[in-house]
């Protein structure tokens, strides 16, 4: 039978049970009814319908972007039915409560199975993902009401949501937004303004759309302070449940990608009178939560989406390296040095598998350290959600917290650097072949390459890391990602990957010590002019754990599987970790090129 070029279960298998120890969880209350039976089941589902309906239409929605037909988002069909087989199979509810219909799903068996759906066709999979965040950040901070109106055919998946944050002035810059919503004598509020960048925006494939915006109020505290959140449905929502009046929110254009060209991207203006329901202009919202809460409202449901862009990001580039491997595997080309050597011109022996190339192979190797690395990095954060919301006592549970919390800029802009560099490759190993659209990769490449940008770019997120998350709490998050690195280290003293650990012990010290020697300074311009470079340099570290975490699991087998993953995880040691200490060495020397460089001089 063979292998599916979407994703490896047996990798996938590995990571859940042979290393994170994923069955463990069904002792805790909240998981009783499930069983490894269980998790297969709804593994083999995944990878059944993602092959079958999400992979087909993947080049189709390519190549046929959504378009505006008499103002309305038009998709290829085969996004609609593979959505609707998706909520058929009750996927959409996998990880939500029994009392919404759902599965009450591990968060990290959640991850996994839609990880399916992330590498077989992105565009299409974007509509449950952030359906699946909007209804998560209603259940923690919206009301019983709202929860019961918007929340429940969500997660039936008759209603899609999104996130509508960016204004086409402020881009990431979220202090700056000027939509307005205007209180009511009925509570609601009426909202005015245009926002930028909203993937699912618009379309026809459900029969409402809950809008979360971020809006002011006015005479609130100025800057993200007095930022609020609303919901705005497309269609407002009668008592009864059915749908009412079209509410005033209009799409006004598509903008057209390089890639992830199936998710409808959008601009939408608000309260601009294209509907007056009511009879009036004006979108209706309706307030979650308190007033001028809402930026931390809407990072409830940014940080999931943070880690789950890092987990597209690995698949892509995951698919990437497995189409890549196929074809140097089938591929014939060219002929062994010593077969060159022992005939004239090498013309009379036959031509070779190109992985039989030992600088295919080497980007074969580099590849699947990326994709396998950045898999075991999305994988560890779910199951680290897990131990934050089901963990035994809430000593465990803070510390999950805490150490989720330094990992999530990581979590998101690793995979989002390197997983486009294994598409990158793929297409190096095809060739000239890699370069036209005969062959996947070049899509996966151009689709991969929003991953850095959206949902903060990575500029933002090493800001995040550096000028946040490592300070946090006198540097506790820190302490405890070098506290929880060591212990594997330890574990590895005695064994063939005890310099291994040796190197990443000593990355941990100089980690520590670069932060210290970048804050000591006292001018926060100095500190973070170079935050990118940290942010790659800790995400290298804290992928090679990751690699010697893995293969300390494999003790003991010898197959073919481990003993590749044994192959990734020496040569990420070997060729990976050690770029770590030139970049630890120029954020050491408190380099001051790029703060001191004059924009007139670029």
Known sequence: MRSSLILSRRDLDFLLHEWLGVEDLVKRPRYAEHSRETFDAVLDLAEQIATEHFAPHNRKADENEPRMVDGKAVLVPEVKQALDVFVEAGLMAGEFDEEYGGMQLPHVVGQAVFAWFKAANVGTSAYPFLTMGNARLLLAHGSREQIDTYVRPEIEGRWFGTMALSEPQAGSSLADITTKAVPQDDGTYRLTGNKMWISGGDHELTENIVHLVLAKIPGGPPGVKGISLFIVPKFLVDADGSLGERNDVVLAGLNHKMGYRGTTNT??????????????????????????????????????????????????????????????????????????????????????????????????????????????????????????????????????????????????????????????????????????????????????????????????????????????????????????????????????????????????????????????????????????????????????????????????????FHEGKRAAARYFWRWELPRTRAQFDLLESLDRTVLDTDEAWL
Not at 444 to 452: E, G, I, T, V
Not at 482 to 495: L, M, P, S
Not at 527 to 543: C, F, K, Q, R, T
């Open 267 to 560: 601009l939408l203006n608000f309260g601009e009178g294209g509907h007056t329901p009511g009879g009036r202009p004006g979108a209706v919202g309706y307030l979650v939560g308190e007033p001028h809460r809402g930026l931390t409202y809407m990072f409830h449901m940014m940080n999931e989406a943070r880690i789950g862009v890092g987990m597209g990001a690995t698949v892509l580039g995951y698919t990437g390296y497995l189409h890549a491997l196929e074809y140097a595997r089938t591929r014939t080309q060219g002929r062994p040095t010593a077969a060159k050597a022992m005939t004239p011109n090498g013309a009379s022996s036959a031509a070779v598998p190109i992985v039989e190339h030992p600088d295919v192979r080497r980007m074969l190797l580099a590849a699947k350290s990326y994709a396998e690395g950045g898999l075991a990095l999305g994988l560890y954060c779910a199951r680290l959600v897990d131990e934050e919301q089901t963990a035994e006592t809430e000593e465990e549970r803070a510390r999950a917290h805490l150490l989720l919390d330094t990992l999530t800029p990581i979590a998101k802009a690793w995979p989002s650097q390197w997983g486009p560099v294994a598409d990158d490759l793929a297409i190096q190993v095809h060739g000239g072949y890699g370069y036209t659209r005969d062959y996947p990769v070049e899509q996966f490449y151009r689709d991969n390459r929003l991953n850095p940008i959206h949902e903060g770019t990575n500029g933002i997120q090493a800001l995040d890391l550096l000028g946040r998350k490592v300070v946090a709490q006198g540097g506790a998050g820190l302490r405890l990602l070098g506290e929880t690195i060591t212990v594997t280290t330890g574990r590895a003293a005695g064994t063939q990957w005890a310099g291994f650990a040796a190197d990443l012990d000593a990355a941990v010290a100089r980690l520590g010590a670069v932060t210290a020697t970048l804050w000591g300074t006292g001018d926060p311009d100095l500190a973070l002019a170079n935050a990118s470079l940290y942010l790659e340099a800790a995400g290298h570290l804290v992928v090679g754990w990751l690699w010697l975490e893995q293969a300390l699991a494999c003790e003991g087998a010898t197959d073919a």
